[in-house]
């Protein structure tokens, strides 16, 4: 028989990941606790969850298409990005960046249903948020715009000097 801790750790675990389409396995080794703590605030703060759990307990709470065995060996930590990925990736990177140790450390990443290599991730972590990309959206959309009146109004004032000529 089963473990019962474990069934409802493995019951919790597949609630939480009902849904998920991003997620990434890092490995959290050699944080304190009091660096674990502050890392899981900025993750939720960010939308996210990281989820602490036995290594063949998340593989099973993945199933069976998505097989992460090969990232899923020593201690793993499963970071559920659940609305910005991209802030999320960065809260990951940034804290590897604050400590001497780089850690935690990625180890497998899980984009929009796919699994990605670890320089996709990178790639993701250094953009900025969500509301960042949509101002500079805006911004090159507005510049854009810009010239074109621009080349209208040009247009406008070239086509009423040659009607008056």
Do not use: C, W
């Amino acid at each position: 028989m089963a473990n019962p801790r474990n069934k409802t750790t493995l019951e919790a675990l597949d609630k939480s990941l009902e849904n998920i389409e991003t997620f990434f396995v890092v490995d959290y080794q050699g944080l304190s606790a009091g660096q674990l703590s502050g890392l899981r605030k900025a993750i939720r703060e960010k939308g996210g969850q990281m989820i602490v759990a036995k290594n063949t307990l998340i593989q099973r709470a993945l199933g069976e298409g998505r097989d992460f065995s090969d990232a899923l060996k020593g201690p793993s930590a499963l970071v559920v990005a659940q609305g910005d990925l991209a802030a999320v990736a960065k809260v990951l990177s940034d804290a590897a960046k604050a400590n001497d140790k780089g850690i935690p450390t990625m180890k497998a990443g899980f984009v929009e249903g796919k699994r990605v290599d670890l320089k996709v991730v990178e790639r993701i972590s250094s953009l900025g948020n969500r509301d960042q990309l949509y101002a500079e959206l805006v911004g090159v959309l507005g510049g854009h715009q810009s010239n074109f009146v621009g080349i209208l109004e040009a247009l406008r004032e070239k086509l009423e000097t040659e009607a008056a000529a």
